[in-house]
């Protein structure tokens, strides 16, 4: 505050005043206001140049500020995966966040993240916790805070979640630049993966790719969509098998296609765009 | 020739081409400062994505021609083995081949 004015006699405990307040400056970091409170049209007391910080809540950051137990910062999509899109900066939200979806050995695994991953690590835990919490809810179950949900890494990478009523919940994560995306399910491995679709050198997919992939890649209407996808598909079942791709996509072969469905290694996966990724994830 | 660093010549010249490459696929300004050495680690240290590791082998296999499989030479590595991948071991698979 810049200056408090007091005119005339002190207003009194409980005297009801009237209160103006003019916004001078607003800006994405702060907000700067005068006031002005009256009694019967004279002025009693002014404050001029009152400041205050504003932070980077939105309308999905504020229901879950309110009540962590029963709201998901991510959005479900129909398919039942988690969709997070993390487009927070401010290290003030960032810290919001972790303490709000991470326990304490979450917290530290986090320390321990570099600094190329320590963003898409924690947008990850998000989409994480809210998939496995969708999943809770569908069985039935009341609210759930994001830390009574415990999400680690086996040393091989593949994530494991421990959640509350239900005793044996498979978990695949993933992500790519902003876009954190996951899949819960209980009793059966589940495989999930999210990949910008862009063009890349034709070496890159002869990487990828066995040469029956290739002519079915060159027969679709977007080559570079449909290859995009088929990576990702086989990502997703590399993923549901708990191993990654280990720098082999062709490891991995489709071994047929209908359409919107792939299936690749004998498993069936089912795709949607998201902007300009794609999703992939292992059905039934 | 085996230099002060304890490399021979033939691998410090692929060290550098290597990380030459690593720099190219990751793509980012703090990837210019960080240290790439024969014991950098691929998911430690470098924090490789899956796609970014196959970016890796079609950029290999560009540079060093198709008598460097990186690709078939990966998938015959356990899970784990290719966690623990550090660059020195791919330098010396490529010195290997030549």
């Not at chain 1, 091989?156 to 959640?163: L, N, S, Y």
């Not at chain 2, 300004?29 to 490789?48: G, H, R, Y």
Request: charged share 30%; with cysteine; aromatic share 8%.
């Amino acid at each position: 505050v810049e200056r408090v004015e007091l005119f005339g006699l002190e207003p009194s405990v409980g005297q009801r005043l009237e209160a103006f307040v003019r916004i001078r400056r607003l800006e994405p970091g702060g907000i700067w206001a005068d006031m002005e409170l009256a009694d019967a049209g004279a002025v009693a007391i002014r404050v001029t140049g009152w400041h205050d910080r504003r932070f980077e809540f939105d309308d999905r950051l504020w229901p879950v500020l309110r009540g962590p137990e029963r709201h998901l910062l991510s959005t479900i999509r129909p398919e039942g995966y988690s969709l997070f899109h993390d487009t927070y900066r401010s290290a003030f939200t960032r810290d919001y966040l972790s303490r709000r979806f991470l326990g304490e050995q979450e917290r530290a695994a986090l320390d321990a993240v570099g600094p190329r991953r320590r963003r898409s690590w924690m947008a990850g835990r998000v989409a994480a916790k809210d998939a496995v919490r969708a999943l809770l809810w569908r069985r039935g179950c009341g609210p759930v805070f994001p830390v009574e949900i415990a999400v680690w890494n086996e040393p091989g990478g593949r994530p494991r979640v421990r959640a509350p009523f239900l005793d044996d919940v498979r978990l695949s994560i993933a992500h790519t630049g902003e876009l954190a995306v996951a899949l819960a399910s209980e009793g059966r491995d589940v495989g999930i993966d999210v990949e910008r679709v862009e063009a890349r050198p034709p070496e890159f997919w002869d990487v990828c790719f066995t040469a029956g992939e290739r002519r079915a890649i060159e027969a679709t209407e977007d080559p570079i969509a449909e290859a995009t996808r088929l990576f990702a598909a086989k990502e997703a079942v590399a993923k549901s098998r708990g191993e990654g791709l280990g720098g082999n996509p062709r490891r991995l072969e489709m071994t047929d296609r209908d359409g919107g469905a792939l299936e690749v290694g004998g498993r069936r996966v089912e795709s949607r765009r998201e902007g300009d990724c794609v999703v992939c994830w292992t059905v039934a | 020739m085996t230099g002060k660093d304890g490399l021979r010549d033939a691998e410090r010249e692929v060290l550098e081409g290597l990380a030459e490459l690593i720099r190219e696929v990751i793509g980012e300004t703090w990837a210019e400062d960080i240290p790439i050495t024969m014991d950098t680690s691929f998911e430690q240290d470098l924090e490789l994505e899956s796609i970014e590791l196959v970016a890796l082998a079609e950029r290999v296999r560009e540079r060093y021609g198709p008598g460097v499989d990186f690709t078939g030479w990966l998938s015959g590595m356990e899970l784990d083995q290719v966690i623990a991948l550090r660059v020195g071991q791919v330098v010396e698979f490529i010195a290997q081949c030549r």
